[in-house]
Structures are given as structure tokens and as C-alpha cells.
């Protein structure tokens, strides 16, 4: 296997960078003094192309996220260096893990803020999705912001095709875990996906029979509509609370008259 060339290398200590918080001038002197080790400040300055009372304000940046050796005076000539590339990599997990924990904690009350969200008069948000990646993302995130009950409506078959049944019964057992119930509004030939009313799954079936068949579907869940095109695939995000509610009422109509 070939190895990563020095540019490369750069790159990707860049992006950690980054990653931590580091604007781009104290990335620059970070990769510029592990390129030179123990530099004297002058010359640091001369090669980064900024005045030196700059480049104290850029070091004390990088002090403060403890990834400098702070100057030492040697005679009439201070030194810098850097940490080591070992450090960021700390830097680097210890932020992950802490994102880890928001990112977990906030999936448990996002259902609740997503209750409390109000639009007002914020523009509706419209976002169009393609890829079998994204589109799985999204079908993830809808069972992560739903409360209280989800709506389907659809090709209930092409639907599951696309999610693989397999995917598709993991993302029932975390409904059911979470109480988060489903109408599910579909159309026949839907028996060959082994989905149908179950209480244990929170899961209310009924079939819109005499529709003209087609291979689209869409949820309707927090405020927030997702319409499926599984061909593609693709998929369209609109969230404006006032497009959902009409949706809805026409899901609601649709689902008192169907068996």
C-alpha cells in the first residue's frame, strides 16, 4: 500500500485542525512550526507573512487550546514550537466523545422540541434529497423527531424494497421502544411486505381501495412532510407547519374513508 504523501499528511492534520476549533491562521503556524520545529519568532512571522503582534495574538489562540510550548528566552531569541501531533489527535476524540453524548441526548428530546417548535412566520424549508445514502438518512431521522403518532401513505411494497425488510423491522422495534405509533394509509397489494395491524407495534393499517396505482409515498410526522420517490431514489423534506396541517387533513379525510 502506498504511503501518504507529505501534502496529503498536511491535509489531514488540516481538517483535525479544524476540526478543534482552530482558525486558519493558527492552523498555518501550527503545520509551519511542525515543518520547522523551535523557531525564533521573527522568523515565524517573516514566513507566515504577518506582523509580529499578530502572530502573539495567533500564539496565545493556540495556547489557549494547550497546543503550544510557550516561548522561552534564550539569550536575546525566543523559541516556539507546537505540541505534538498526538495532542490534536486527543483533542480530537475528546470532542468526538463529547459530541457522541449532545448528539445522544438530544436524539431522546428532539421529539419534545420538535412539539414545542412553533414556525411563526419563518420561511417554509424545502430540501431535496437523492442517493440510497441520503435517502436512508432521512428515513432515520424521521423516527428520531416523530412524537406521538406517524403517518404513511403510499406504495407501501416499493417502500420496503427500497429500505431493505430487514432495516425496516429494526426501525419498528426503535418505534415501538420509544411509543410512537403509526396509521399507515396504503394501497392493495400491500400483503406482500407481511405488514398489517398489530397492537404489540403500534401500528393501525387500513388500505385505499379503487386508487390508481403509483410508487410514491410520504410521512407526515412533527411538522414535517417527507415524499418518497424510491426509483430513483429521491426524496423531498418540506417543513412549514401550515403545508403539513392541509397534507394532514387530507390524510385524515382519505383515512376515515378507507377500510
Known amino acids: 500500500m502506498a504511503k501518504n504523501t507529505k501534502n496529503e499528511n498536511n491535509e489531514y492534520l488540516y481538517t483535525a485542525l479544524e476540526k478543534i476549533g482552530l482558525t486558519p491562521h493558527e492552523c498555518r503556524l501550527y503545520l509551519l512550526s511542525i515543518e520547522l520545529g523551535p523557531t525564533t519568532i521573527p522568523e515565524l512571522a517573516d514566513k507566515l507573512h504577518i506582523t509580529r503582534p499578530n502572530l502573539y495574538k495567533v500564539i496565545q489562540g493556540l495556547a489557549k487550546k494547550g497546543l503550544t510550548v510557550l516561548p522561552e528566552r ?14 490534536v489527535m486527543d483533542l480530537v476524540r475528546k470532542q468526538s466523545e463529547t459530541f457522541k453524548k449532545i448528539d445522544a441526548n438530544l436524539i431522546e428530546e428532539l421529539p419534545q422540541l420538535m412539539r414545542q417548535y412553533q414556525q411563526g412566520y419563518a420561511p417554509t424549508k424545502v430540501k431535496l434529497i437523492f442517493g440510497e445514502k441520503e435517502f436512508i ?19 407501501l411494497t416499493g417502500f420496503i424494497k427500497m429500505i431493505g425488510p430487514e432495516f425496516g423491522r429494526i426501525r419498528i422495534k426503535k418505534r415501538v421502544e420509544r411509543g410512537v405509533s403509526i396509521q399507515a394509509l396504503v394501497l ?9 395491524n398489530d397492537p404489540r407495534e403500534l401500528r393501525e393499517l387500513r388500505v385505499l381501495s379503487g386508487a390508481a396505482p403509483f410508487i410514491t409515498s410520504f410521512y407526515l410526522y412533527a411538522n414535517k412532510a417527507i415524499l418518497w420517490q424510491p426509483k430513483t431514489p429521491m426524496a423531498v423534506l418540506v417543513e412549514d407547519e401550515y403545508l403539513v396541517s392541509m397534507i394532514r387533513s387530507m390524510f385524515s379525510m382519505l383515512w376515515n374513508i378507507s377500510k
Request: aromatic residues 16%; positive net charge.
Open 74 to 87: 534564550k539569550r536575546y531569541a525566543r523559541t516556539f514550537i507546537v505540541q505534538s501531533p498526538s495532542v
Open 137 to 155: 438518512k432521512a428515513y432515520i431521522r424521521v423516527f428520531e423527531e416523530a412524537h406521538g403518532t406517524i403517518q404513511f401513505f403510499g406504495d
Open 188 to 196: 392493495p397489494g400491500y400483503e406482500q411486505t407481511g405488514l398489517k
